[in-house]
Every structure is written in C-alpha cells, then in structure tokens.
T-cell receptor
Framework: KAGVTQTPRYLIKTRGQQVTLSCSPI?????VSWYQQTPGQGLQFLFE???????NKGNFPGRFSGRQFSNSRSEMNVSTLELGDSALYLC?????????????FGPGTRLTVT | DAKTTQPTSMDCAEGRAANLPCNHS???????VYWYRQIHSQGPQYIIH???NNETNEMASLIITEDRKSSTLILPHATLRDTAVYYC??????????????FGQGTRLTINP
C-alpha cells in the first residue's frame, strides 16, 4: 500500500506571498492531520480533517487554513507568509475512527520564507 | 492529556537492546501510551502503543508498569538505522476522537558502532 505523499517537497517563497501544500493520504484513510515542525517549537499540531470537516484545530493564526476533498486528499494554505513560517510541514493520515491514534506521516514539505 | 517526561538523550551500542524510559505519572485510566520516532528530516514513524498490557510488534516492545506511571520502549537489537528522536505520547482513547498528537521534545537516541 502506498504511503502518505506530500507535494511539493521543497518550496521557497517571499514574505507576503501565499502557499498551498498538498497531501495524499493512505488509501482508505479518512483523517488527515497537519503539523508544523521548527527547531524552536518542535512538532506542533495545526489541524485535522475527517470526512471533509475540520475536526480539531491547533493554536495557529487564521492565516493557516486547510481543506479536505471527497477523496480524502487535503491541502493547507498559508497566506501572507512571514519569516517565522519557515518550517517543515508534515501531513499524517489515519483511519480516523476507532480508539487508535496510529498516524502515518508523509515526508513533509520544507518551506523557506525569505 | 497527561504530560510525559523523557531523558533528553541516550546512547546505545549497536546490537544491544536499547531501553527508552518514559514517565507519565499523571496518566489516567483511559489514556494510551504511544511511541513514535523521527529519523533526521523525515516524518515521524509510528512504533507501538499500549493501554496497560505489555505489547510487542516487529519493531519493538512496550513495557508498561503495573501502576501505569511509567513505560519503557525496548528495541531488542539496535542498529545504526535506529538512531532517531523517540517520542512518548499519552493520549485519551476516544472512539471517533480528533487525531491530535502532542509531541514533547523526545529522547535523542544515538546507536554507536
């Protein structure tokens, strides 16, 4: 079974621009979660989508948004980029129900904001 | 979710068992213990999880103390490829709960040849 894929893998943007990152979950998984990883803050939860609905949201400003499509693929968008948004953005998929939180992570998109 | 405490770093010789401790003294009865690891610049990888019984899979064993206040992840025959940051996470099991994981700083495990 194919793993979680994220595109693009690397991205360089300028302050003030916006960016869209894409995540394709494992086939059959209905939940997609997004995380931001920086050296200073570590891994932080952004939000989770399940069956096209946002089920939970972390403590990030409204510039960070996401959506999920009917095929469970997900995108996240960051508007008005700031230097501090430079990070590794990770997507994780899971079944989304049951008592387990086995999440399977993609390789991440490394975003650099200049 | 209960807070976890892990050593910042550990070393282990290749071929030996690596035992990674985690303290979760405030864990409640319905909270599971999860272990993930992250090899440099890759996404975290699920390893194992348990509620109160010891668990084993092809990657590792998880030993949870009887009072559930601490646990140990055991990699039975560590290889250089096991060098990574290991995260212990405690999470309430909810049937259709949001899949939010709270990662701490983890333990940086270095396997030495």
């Amino acid at each position: 079974k194919a793993g979680v894929t994220q595109t693009p893998r690397y991205l360089i943007k300028t302050r003030g621009q916006q960016v869209t990152l894409s995540c394709s979950p494992i086939s059959g998984h209905r939940s997609v979660s997004w995380y931001q990883q920086t050296p200073g803050q570590g891994l932080q939860f952004l939000f989770e989508y399940f069956s096209e609905t946002q089920r939970n949201k972390g403590n990030f400003p409204g510039r960070f948004s996401g959506r999920q499509f009917s095929n469970s693929r997900s995108e996240m968008n960051v508007s008005t980029l700031e230097l501090g948004d430079s990070a590794l953005y990770l997507c994780a998929s899971s079944l989304g129900q049951g008592y387990s939180y086995e999440q399977y992570f993609g390789p991440g998109t490394r975003l650099t904001v200049t | 979710d209960a807070k976890t405490t892990q050593p910042t770093s550990m070393d282990c010789a290749e071929g030996r068992a690596a035992n990674l401790p985690c303290n979760h003294s405030t864990i409640s009865g319905n909270e599971y213990v999860y272990w993930y690891r992250q090899i440099h610049s890759q996404g975290p990888q699920y390893i194992i999880h348990g509620l109160k019984n010891n668990e084993t899979n092809e990657m590792a064993s998880l030993i949870i103390t009887e009072d559930r206040k601490s646990s140990t992840l055991i990699l039975p025959h560590a290889t250089l490829r096991d060098t990574a940051v290991y995260y212990c996470i405690v999470r309430v099991g909810v049937f259709q709960g949001a899949q939010k994981l709270v990662f701490g700083q983890g333990t940086r495990l270095t396997i030495n040849p």
